[in-house]
T-cell receptor, first 111, second 115 residues
Framework: EDQVTQSPEALRLQEGESSSLNCSYT??????LFWYRQDPGKGPEFLFT???AGEEKEKERLKATLTKKESFLHITAPKPEDSATYLC????????????FGTGTRLTIIP | NAGVMQNPRHLVRRRGQEARLRCSPM?????VYWYRQLPEEGLKFMVY????????ESGMPKERFSAEFPKEGPSILRIQQVVRGDSAAYFC?????????????FGPGTRLTVL
């Protein structure tokens, strides 16, 4: 069974203080690893897809990286508007099209 | 260029009533997925549908829950005889047809409260 574990559960940073969120996964043949952002009371907003170890993608202050066992979401010089819950999900070669999600990291950026 | 639309956004039902949740996918998308998010838990896959077909319902409870995606109109997730444990946020996602792009785009969700 596919599993996704995210850490830490919650993270508080000062504005401008860079850090990383971790997503560890176990999957029967990775077909894609996905990062989403979710604001309170809203649906997940797509950020990145990573397909193979060594791949990296960037968007503004966010950079996602992938190894064979985990993914990191690096946040550089964050701003208060980056406060949200960040979700990681995987799709396997054998799970049809479903995504298996972790429980997320709740990020708070303090001005 | 509307995104995934869900309605209602909030739904209150008493135990034993029926709940109907609707999802209109993004324009050009013919794959629809339903997920449930319980408080303090991650999103859990329920069902994957294409037009007029259920492709994967492995995450759907065997009783009281059903889903459809007719040729015309929105996808509907139906919960019969709701119980308090059904209280959750239900999210619909969609993805393009005949595409190698794998991203699923989510709607704003329907928050179901069972009294």
């Amino acid at each position: 069974e596919d599993q996704v574990t995210q850490s830490p559960e919650a993270l508080r940073l000062q504005e401008g203080e860079s850090s990383s969120l971790n997503c560890s996964y176990t999957v029967s043949g990775l077909r894609g690893l996905f990062w989403y952002r979710q604001d309170p009371g809203k649906g997940p907003e797509f950020l990145f897809t990573l397909y193979s170890a060594g791949e990296e993608k960037e968007k503004e202050r966010l950079k996602a990286t992938l190894t064979k066992k985990e993914s990191f979401l690096h946040i550089t010089a964050p701003k208060p508007e980056d406060s949200a819950t960040y979700l990681c999900a995987v799709r396997s070669n054998f799970g049809n099209e479903k995504l298996t999600f972790g429980t997320g990291t709740r990020l708070t950026i303090i001005p | 260029n509307a995104g995934v639309m869900q309605n209602p956004r909030h739904l209150v039902r008493r135990r034993g009533q029926e709940a109907r949740l609707r999802c209109s996918p993004m324009k050009g998308h013919s794959h629809v997925y339903w997920y449930r998010q319980l408080p303090e838990e991650g999103l859990k896959f329920m069902v994957y549908l294409q037009k007029e077909n259920i492709i994967d319902e492995s995450g759907m409870p065997k009783e009281r829950f059903s889903a459809e995606f007719p040729k015309e109109g929105p996808s509907i997730l139906r919960i019969q005889q709701v119980v308090r444990g059904d209280s959750a946020a239900y999210f619909c996602a969609s993805s393009p047809s005949a595409s190698t792009v794998n991203e699923q785009f989510f709607g704003p969700g329907t928050r179901l409260t069972v009294l």
